[in-house]
C-alpha cells in the first residue's frame, strides 16, 4: 500500500469475520455478508450478497 501511497483510515478500518454470516461489510456504497446458495444440481456454496 505504500508504494500507492495509500493508507487505511483508522477508524473505518476493521476485521469482520464473514464464517457466520452474522457480520459483514461496508465498501462503495454497499453492505456485503456471507450468504448460502445452491446449484441447479443440489450442490450447496457460500457467496457474498450486496444489500
Same mark, same amino acid.
Given at each position: ?7 487505511? $483510515?483508522?477508524? #473505518? !478500518? ?10 459483514g461489510f461496508d465498501?462503495l456504497g454497499l $453492505?456485503?455478508? #456471507? !450468504? ?16
Open positions: 500500500m505504500e508504494r500507492l501511497e495509500l493508507t487505511l $483510515h483508522p477508524t #473505518k !478500518t476493521r476485521i469482520v469475520g464473514l464464517w457466520t454470516g452474522d457480520e465498501f $453492505h456485503h455478508r #456471507k !450468504t448460502k446458495a445452491g446449484t441447479s444440481k443440489g450442490k450447496v456454496y457460500y457467496t457474498t450478497q450486496q444489500c
